[in-house]
């Protein structure tokens, strides 16, 4: 065992030091995370993209444990293998298509505007609450077909979803969400069925020859989790960063084509989750120089990847001139993130919203003070902010 820690409050406030001595000291340490569960986490680059593409090791918890049983996105293509990971990332590629994406960029802008016009007046606000949530949220709704009036309820169990498990009462919290969520989702597919609509959850239901009624239900829990959580995180994170380095906000201001490259340079260094992407060895593999037994958990820490100074050249400094950026954010190879065109579009749009609303934005409080949320998946907790009220 090379370092233990927990995953802890403290850790997820400041991840980052751990992550970069542990790269430091070698591509790949076996860790404990929490009592009784190890991994392995591989810190490197050129590992962990590797790792993405590694035929030894699967996206199924059957080859550790077998029951997949403590996963809510158990069934869904993040956690399947070929031949049903290609199936089923297929029948949401379908679905989910590019005209499908740039057709919500005037539902994204009209919800920026209507946000906004609720913020402006007030002069300061807790960001995270009032706009990167509940933005992507509703934007997510609407793709899939989920009525406005069960929106709030949605949201509260994908809080509760990712809520670090510290103990046994939040375990059941999260087992009781996960159960409410699949069970509303299920009712939500069957309505689809009976009466179709112009939605991403209606044109699944279309090929339901093809999906069981389980996939369903965990494509379902997959699309409308993922695709609201992570895009929050990005919108506040691009925003804290912008706020916390005055001449970026400036030259940003100034030239919004510098928006998409701040908005890579967020996912760079402040990705959607705090560790990595989990898998698990079906034999024995070798990372890196390093044997893993089969029946292993194996960490691909993407943050500490997307701050190798192997791959960028003065990882922690944001940079809107960098010359590529092929951070590991959204993932590598078969399980490249489907979703990415949608956040990228939606960040894009709620910063220049922003921007342009609310010219003067600041942090209300010293940066030391914003905290993030203590959860697998990385946003902040809150991120007050203030301004000129303007009506």
Not at 275 to 292: E, F, M, Q, S
Request: overall charge negative; aromatic content about 4%.
């Amino acid at each position: 065992m090379d370092i233990q820690y927990e995953l802890s409050a403290d850790f997820t406030q400041w991840p980052d030091g751990i992550l970069d001595r542990l790269r430091e000291r070698g591509p790949v340490h076996r860790v404990r995370l929490l009592p009784d569960d190890d991994v392995w986490l591989v810190t490197s680059y050129q590992d962990v993209r590797a790792a993405f593409s590694e035929p030894g090791l699967s996206s199924e918890d059957r080859y550790v444990n077998g029951t997949g049983e403590g996963d809510h996105l158990g069934g869904s293509m993040l956690t399947a293998d070929p031949p049903n990971h290609t199936r089923l990332r297929r029948l949401v590629s379908a679905a989910l298509t590019p005209r499908r994406v740039e057709g919500l960029r005037p539902a994204i802008a009209r919800i920026a505007g209507e946000l906004l016009d609720s913020i402006a007046p007030l002069g300061s606000t807790d960001l995270m609450a009032s706009y990167a949530l509940p933005l992507p949220t509703r934007v997510i709704c609407a793709l899939l077909g989920v009525p406005d009036e069960d929106r709030d309820q949605v949201r509260a169990w994908s809080d509760v979803l990712f809520a670090a498990p510290v103990d046994a009462a939040a375990v059941a919290d999260v087992l009781t969400a996960r159960s409410a969520l699949r069970g509303y989702l299920a009712e939500l597919l069957a309505a689809k069925r009976r009466a179709p609509g112009d939605d991403l959850l209606s044109a699944l239901c279309a090929h339901d020859d093809r999906l069981t009624d389980d996939e369903l239900v965990a494509t379902g829990v997959l699309l409308l989790v993922a695709g609201h959580e992570t895009t929050a995180g990005l919108v506040a994170a691009a925003t804290l960063r912008l706020l916390t380095h005055p001449g970026l906000l400036t030259r940003v201001r100034e030239d919004r084509a510098l928006l998409a490259p701040a908005i890579e340079e967020s996912l760079r260094m402040d990705g959607a989750v705090v560790l990595g992407v989990v898998r698990y060895t079906k034999r024995d593999v070798t990372v890196a120089g390093v044997r893993i037994p089969a029946g292993e958990a194996v960490m691909l820490c993407t943050p500490a990847a997307n701050r190798d100074p192997a791959r960028f050249a003065h990882p922690d400094t944001v940079d809107l001139a960098r010359p590529e950026n092929p951070h590991l954010s959204f993932g590598h190879g078969i399980h490249f993130c489907l979703g990415a065109p949608l956040a990228r579009l939606e960040a894009r749009i709620a910063l220049d919203a922003l921007l342009d609303r609310l010219p003067d934005l600041a942090l209300a409080v010293p940066p030391a003070e914003v905290r993030w949320r203590s959860s697998a998946v990385r946003r902040l907790a809150t991120l007050p902010v203030r301004f000129t009220p303007s009506s």
